[in-house]
Structure formats: C-alpha cells, structure tokens
C-alpha cells in the first residue's frame, strides 16, 4: 500500500502540456525526508509506477528526475 495522495486532474493536464510543448518550468517540491527543492525543470514525461505517479523532469545538466506529483508544492511557467 501507498500513501499516494492523487493530485488535481487539472493539474495534471497542465503537466501534459507542459510536456508537449517542452515548457520549462519552475518547480518547488519535498522529498519524503522533508527536504525541499526549487529549480528551473524540463518536463520530459509522465508516469505511473505502483499507483504512484511521478513527473519525469531534465535539469540544467541534462540529470533525469522522478518527481512524485503529490511531492509537488508548486510549478510556475518559465
């Protein structure tokens, strides 16, 4: 079992978006250790692994990242 919260369908078409047209993003999200994150992301993907769903994002340097979207505090348009 998970502690999976599902995220805002809205939201979620808005990461879809923002995939499609390969919009950078602003993202500030936690892990589960409670430490925060902000920087300027690429989404790349979305997916679904154990009913949990994940935002798969590029930084800067090209590094792949799994963001858990219950994780996601706030995403912004760059």
């Not at 995939?19 to 892990?31: A, D, F, G, S």
Request: net charge negative; hydrophobic share 35%; glycine share 2%.
């Amino acid at each position: 079992m998970t502690d999976y919260t599902p995220i805002d369908c809205r939201q979620y078409s808005e990461y879809e978006l923002a995939i499609l047209h390969r919009r950078r993003l602003r993202v500030t999200w936690h892990e589960a250790d409670g430490q925060t994150h902000i920087d300027a992301l690429t989404p790349v993907d979305l997916l679904t692994r154990r009913q949990e769903e994940f935002l798969i994002v590029e930084n800067s340097t090209g590094q792949r990242l799994e963001l858990r979207l219950d994780y996601i505090v706030k995403t912004e348009a760059l």
